[in-house]
């Protein structure tokens, strides 16, 4: 029986464009992670599956892909090991583990793949990339700071001109629940619902709000906090003052909205006190970037307890992530690539009519590759030229070269310029330069199509 | 219980020099595979697990990690999804899934971490890196030449000047075991045997040959073929021919080696009649990378018919695997790496001494940054400067910029030269360009230590 020839469900394979665009938009994020001074880190596929169980909640837990135990362990039907499930969780291990060669301020960026069985829908998948950045050791409001810079500006330097980001504190959102009389057992319920307020309303929230047993009172309180704050830091920061005077959380986006005016940041902030993103991990300021008609981009914040479920003392951290399949998607929607990134392709096509003249033709892709040029040798020797061409137009090539008797005899190479179909005979030893001099003349384009009832002039 | 924090059995994580040297290779691979005008290719990290059982022999089903069923079929034990364990099962699938948008001619690399179930061992690890190049659609001589010129162009670009590329052909390993006598039914133990003439020589080899029922008068004529051949490919061939007069495979090997001469792999070739590379899916042309004293550095060869157990009818192809783990250990140890490869670092780090100083701070980062400086603001803020200097010498910063009430009331930035001790204060609004002066000065060095007994005069 024929194995099947699909991917496996909620995967996909990369074909050359899709690369590239991903290579590019990994290019623009590696390079301000690391002028913003962070360092990049990789981690394993697979974690022991005791690193992973536990950490994402009950729901989590079971979309872990877990791998079954080898050898005569195989028929136990246990796993013992487990894929990436985020690229937090493994950041916390390898800072409890190299504690002692980790600088006390650690800034890392990692981008790699991670895997989740979530049911596979239109832009989401079992596969996809993650591009974090995190900074430990420091409970400085200048990291949060720096974080949100750095976001800003990838997204800027993207093309996203249009992104807020959206700032939330998790002392703050509690406070908030609290003043609004909801009990401390029903604040993980809240917040819950809360995470829905942009899609299904404030109504929509009120009645998840009453299905999970919240007082009505409490929770109608609570929704106008939410839906009543100004959204523009300095009003938005004096609402929540006359709501929570001298709170510690309060002070706390006081100072990052401030020093957020001296990044790329500037001017992106909206406050917006129902952002929970859902993780219960966050322990401080709470973020997001997000696009108008869009949605989330990414989020993060600072969570100071979580590598001490590894390292037995809490480390400060702080970190963001960027959705980078989300990114891609959208920057193909509205066009935002520029025309370099695709397309690939080579710029010569080298071709041969007898096998005697293969040697000549791999001599020339062999000097053209020398000087940078992408170069593709037809393989075949084709005393007809309909397939090297159709092939050289399928590739993008501007140039053909041509090798065949005639041109063997008399020390020549045949160049042929596909855009304008003019072909010419020039010296052997002067075919290089020649080609490099008609690249250097015109702009490639793609696909041109050679006109077929000109190939006739290219027979012997 | 506190999880443990090790990586997995036979897995690593990648500290920032790890990551930068095997980005250096990568660069290298992936610029030269272009130049080729060969294409990135990427596949899911797991495959349906009949994709690959029954590809890799009864061995490779033992080390292929298997997926657990999830939900409630995940108590049944069972695996539907296998980790990718090389680049070529994963290649034939796209290639017949893809058919009808993918050129004839297919040219691709994939450079992805593949998984085996192996005992970890020095230098061997469950998760490693493979870059493959694999040219689909033509069984012309030209794609070996080309295939071994790339191959070669990256061993050159990487500093190796001592590799020769050993080279053989399937059907003529076939045809001397044959006319030495070695029953048809006993080739695949003859095989396996040779592969190790390498490392356990002709005695080893005859005393496996016999182990494994070969009879001994045509194990001693197979072993004088192998060890008697000479490797320079013209006197090679002279033998070959001698041999196996009119012989197809021959023939073949002759037009590789004429043609690799207009390549990068000219004067590199070693014909070698042992060289098996004990895959059996080879049908042509068996080729391998070596370094003396080291071995393989990589191998790769013709397979015309694996295409075929997904296609259903067969796709010549031919592909080459550099082993990217193997080709860090090697340029580490023999210190192949340019030095601007590792270090990472920040060229300056930005300080504060008092948190009203913090956006003045932000703000000459930001600068910096424009300017595609990597920068590092000390997120905390020091009257005192031990910290900030000892962090700044870890980062390797060559500045250090100082904020704090004495240069805010002035306007001004206290700018000190970590390499020579200088401090001096200038105009805030000069700050930017007076540093990017001294960055341009002086070359960078690693791990300059400022001196302890200058840090007073750093103080207010």
Chains 1, 2 share one sequence.
Not at 261 to 267: I, K
Not at 301 to 329: H, K, N, Q, T, W
Not at 376 to 392: G, N, T
Request: net charge negative.
């Amino acid at each position: 029986m024929m194995p099947g020839t699909q991917p496996a469900r909620g995967t996909r394979d990369f074909l050359p464009d899709d690369i590239r665009r991903r290579e590019y938009v990994v290019g623009v994020v590696r390079d301000v992670y690391e002028r913003y001074g962070f360092e990049p880190l990789e981690t394993p596929a697979f974690e022991n599956i005791d690193t992973l169980l536990g950490k994402y909640g009950e729901e989590g837990n079971k979309l872990i892909f877990k791998i079954l135990k080898r050898g005569e362990h195989e028929a136990s039907g246990e796993a013992d090991l487990a894929l990436r499930y985020d690229l937090t969780v493994p950041l916390a291990r390898v800072v409890a583990q190299y504690q002692n060669e980790l600088p006390r301020l650690f800034k890392r960026y990692q981008i790699q793949p991670v895997w989740r069985a979530d049911r596979p829908a239109r832009g989401r998948f079992r596969e996809f990339y993650q591009c974090d950045l995190d900074a430990m050791g420091s409970t400085s409001p200048v990291v949060e700071a720096e974080v949100l810079g750095a976001v800003s500006e990838i997204l800027t330097t993207l093309g996203f001109s249009d992104f807020v980001v959206r700032l939330n504190h998790r002392r703050v959102l509690t406070a908030l629940l609290e003043i609004a009389g909801v009990a401390a057992a029903q604040h993980g319920d809240a917040l819950v619902a809360l995470d829905k307020l942009d899609k299904i309303g404030a109504e929509g929230v009120a009645k998840e709000f009453s299905a999970r047993g919240i007082a009505e009172a409490a929770g109608v309180k609570a929704l106008t906090f939410f839906t009543a704050a100004p959204a523009l830091p300095e009003s938005a920061l004096t609402w929540l003052t006359g709501l929570l005077a001298g709170h510690e959380g309060v002070a706390n986006l006081a100072a990052i909205v401030r020093l957020v005016e001296s990044t790329p940041a500037a001017g992106r902030i909206r406050l917006d006190p129902s952002l929970a993103r859902g993780l219960s991990y966050y322990t401080g300021a709470i973020m997001e970037a997000a696009v108008e008609g869009i949605g989330s981009l990414g989020g993060g914040g600072r969570y100071d307890d979580l590598i001490g479920m590894f390292l037995g003392r809490d480390v400060p951290a702080c970190g963001f992530s960027l959705g980078l399949e989300r990114l891609i998607v959208v920057m193909t929607e509205r066009e935002m690539f520029p025309p370099s990134v695709t397309g690939g392709g080579v710029d010569v096509v080298v071709t041969f009519m007898d096998d005697e003249s293969r040697g000549e033709a791999l001599g020339l892709a062999t000097e053209l590759r020398a000087q940078e040029r992408r170069v593709d040798v037809f393989p075949e020797a084709s005393r007809k030229f309909d397939k090297p061409l159709k092939y050289a137009s399928s590739r993008g090539a501007r140039v053909m070269a041509i090798f065949g008797e005639n041109e063997r005899a008399r020390g020549e190479a045949s160049i042929r310029n596909l855009q304008t179909r003019e072909q010419q005979t020039v010296p052997r030893d002067q075919a290089a330069a020649f080609i490099a001099r008609l690249l250097n003349q015109e702009p490639r384009t793609k696909n041109q199509e050679p006109r077929t009832e000109n190939l006739r002039t290219l027979e012997p």
